[in-house]
Antibody, heavy 121, light 108 residues
């Protein structure tokens, strides 16, 4: 059974940094692209970043230069390093698995339950 | 960026009734790269449909997706109690990948 479990969310002041993790199990992690999607309170889902199986990364314009996605295939873990956080980054952050390796033109076949990030002073 | 507009915002129906959800794109979604997800409070989103019309693993045949170009539809032919949720569409044809704001299917 595929399981994705996010952790690392919390309350952080504007300008601060936070590191989110997503522990994956139930599939061969290194064979699939992985993605972070977020959902601000009362809003729709928003794509944040994708990393392919080959570690090619892409980012939404809203986080480019501030967030870094990475993966540790030895630990089956997806990571999102978030720097220079802003109030508008407040959201539940979901990790999601893609059905393929490349990370292009992917839907997301499995999702975690999310971790809440609140950016506020 | 492709903007997805979902309608209606809320659909109030009774178990056993038919639900029809719309997702309209601001420009054509190539190759029908359109997915639908089901989301319940506090739970992980669940893939329902991909490729506009292909049911995901474990999704009952009461769910069907259709459409092409800019207009897509999700139909739940007979609502079960567990189907009441928020449904979001997602285009993965053109980066940045975008989502609609969702349609809430609530019990009338």
């Amino acid at each position: 059974e595929v399981q994705l479990v996010e952790s690392g969310g919390g309350l952080i002041q504007p300008g601060g940094s936070l590191r989110l993790s997503c522990a994956a199990s139930g599939f061969t992690f290194s064979n699939y692209a992985m993605t972070w999607v977020r959902q601000a309170p009362g809003e729709g889902l928003e794509w944040v970043s994708t990393i392919s199986g080959g570690e090619t990364t892409t980012y939404a314009d809203s986080v480019e230069g501030r967030f870094t996605i990475s993966r540790d295939n030895s630990r089956n873990t997806l990571i999102l390093q978030m720097n220079s956080l802003r109030a508008e980054d407040t959201a539940v952050y979901f990790c999601a698995k893609a059905p393929w390796y490349n990370g292009n033109n992917d839907y997301f076949d499995y999702w975690g339950q999310g971790t809440l990030v609140t950016v506020s002073s | 960026e492709i903007v997805l507009t979902q309608s209606p915002g809320t659909l109030s129906l009774s178990p056993g009734e038919r639900a029809t959800l719309s997702c309209r794109a601001s420009q054509s979604v190539d190759s029908n790269y359109l997915a639908w997800y089901q989301q319940k409070p506090g739970q992980a989103p669940r893939l329902v449909i991909h490729g506009a019309s292909h049911r995901a693993t474990g999704i009952p045949d009461t769910f069907s997706g259709s459409g092409y170009g800019t207009d897509f539809t999700l139909v739940i032919s007979r609502l079960e109690p567990e189907d009441f949720a928020v449904y979001s569409c997602h285009q993965y044809a053109s980066s940045p990948w975008t989502f609609g704001r969702g349609t809430k299917v609530e019990i009338k």
